[in-house]
């Protein structure tokens, strides 16, 4: 007997009152679904206005229904799509109606996606630029995932593919006929192909840090002694009172944090305890929680007090400014928390600098990716090592082909990724 999935629907929209709200149904039941709602069905993939009543007859809803036949729908199966106002109670009876229909249940969290997946519609790279689509909140996040759920990660892990199984062909072809006369040496050819997807596999395995930022945000530290006009800064650059702020020297003791877009890019702000020699224990605590987060922090924004010498050493790329610019007869590389003096100019600089560091990103976004990256690499620098012995060797250097391949296969998820699927999915609300 063939296996057929329940058919699962759920709000597809986020919950609350809105102008509309879309429910979901996929699944080889959807069209009976909407036949059992509103009778006839559209034509696919155009939308209709339809009155939706429950079994005995009542309305439920004035609604725009769509439907899409199998295999041309975002999970490749039925799909039924109702946009209907978007208010707690018209959903509820619509969900309850489809949820007395045989065959039908409310969806898992991911399980649409994930049917897409499996369908074949969307790769894994793709699933998890969805994922981060759908998380984006700045400009270079959406960007970043529209690049990888375009596909363009599965794209030129494609290409080294077929770069690999052309070197891997040239070997077997030399090991298939080693007791005849070969008549050309195929290494040069093998290691011009292995060179190039090393070069740009490097190339790649470097951008991840940058893109794991523009993920999951910069973090960026202010610092300095107590009473410097840290936490006063902070709350100029946050447009709020995120922290408290007083003329008693010690006042932050926690790392607060601020969550910003600054030019597109995701950056969360820390304000810290003042830096300074303290016996007072709950303020040392404090101190030691601030030095351990600057220097995990991808940027640190040193304020010094004028004609002060600060006890700490800036990491290059890290940026100074002279405090309380207001009250000072040269302002110059002074910023103030209090007349937004050099606020704009100090801004300009943090973007500029985690600007330069966000576009060293490349196509591949997670460290899953960096490390398959990595597997491969290591691989191909296996065979292009034994290449050098001769053709005795090219059996070995073959097997390092195909592990190499089987690499690059994880990340779009051709292989290996059972047990992955429970992770990527679990960042997934229902109905997506
Ligand atoms: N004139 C002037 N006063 C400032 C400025 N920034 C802060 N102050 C004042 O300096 C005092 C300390 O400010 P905070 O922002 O609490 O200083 P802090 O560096 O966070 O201090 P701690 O949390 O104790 O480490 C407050 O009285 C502020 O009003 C500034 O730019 N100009
Ligand atoms: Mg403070």
């Known amino acids: 007997m063939v296996y057929v999935p329940d058919t699962i629907f759920a709000l597809a929209t986020a919950p609350g009152k809105a102008g509309v709200a879309v429910v979901r149904v996929s699944g080889s039941l959807a069209g009976h679904a909407g036949s059992a709602l509103f009778g006839k069905l559209p034509h696919p993939r155009m939308a209709s206005l339809r009155i939706l009543k429950d079994a005995a007859g009542r309305r439920l809803d004035q609604a725009l229904v769509l439907f899409f036949p199998e295999k041309n729908s975002f999970t490749g199966e039925e799909v039924l799509e109702l946009h209907l106002h978007g208010s707690v109670a018209v959903v509820n009876a619509v969900l309850r109606e489809l949820s007395e229909m045989d065959g039908l249940r409310l969806a898992e969290p991911g399980e649409f996606t994930r049917r897409a997946l499996e369908n074949g519609c969307l790769d894994l790279a793709q699933v998890e630029g969805l994922a981060d689509l759908i998380e984006a909140e700045t400009e270079a996040q959406r960007r970043q995932a529209l690049r990888v759920l375009s596909g363009d990660l599965g794209d030129l892990a494609g290409g080294w593919r077929s770069n690999l199984i052309r070197a891997a062909a040239l070997l077997e072809a030399t090991i298939d006929f080693a007791d005849e006369e070969v008549p050309v040496d195929v290494s040069p050819e093998v290691l011009g192909l292995l060179g190039n997807v090393r070069s740009e596999l490097a190339t790649e395995i470097s951008g991840v840090e940058a893109a794991e930022r523009i993920r999951t945000g910069f973090e960026v530290a202010i610092l300095g002694a107590p009473n410097v006009g840290k936490s006063t800064l902070l709350n100029m650059l946050a447009g709020r009172e995120a922290a408290i702020t007083s003329e008693y020297a010690g006042t932050t003791r926690d790392v607060i944090e601020v969550r910003m877009d ?3 890019l995701p950056v969360t702000l820390l304000d810290t305890a003042g830096l300074r020699e303290t016996t007072d224990h709950v303020e040392g605590i404090g101190i030691e929680r601030a030095r351990e987060r600057a220097k995990a922090a991808d940027l640190r924004v040193f304020l010094i007090e004028q004609n002060q010498h600060p006890d700490f050493q800036p990491l290059p790329g890290d940026i100074v400014r002279t405090a309380k610019a207001d009250v000072l007869s040269d302002a110059t590389d002074a910023v103030s928390g209090v007349s937004g003096q050099g606020v704009s100019d100090l801004v300009k600089e943090i973007t500029t600098t985690l600007s330069d560091r966000a576009a060293r990103s490349g196509i591949a976004t997670r460290e899953r990716h960096r490390t398959a990256m990595g597997r491969a690499n290591d691989n191909l620098s296996a065979a292009s090592a ?22 690059l296969d994880s990340i779009v998820g051709r292989v290996d990724v059972e047990n992955l699927l429970d992770e990527i999915f679990s960042s997934f609300c229902i109905g997506k």
């Open 262 to 264: 600054l030019n597109g």
């Open 386 to 407: 034994v290449l050098d012995l001769g053709p005795d060797h090219y059996e070995i250097a073959a097997e390092e082909l195909r592990s190499a391949i089987r690499a």
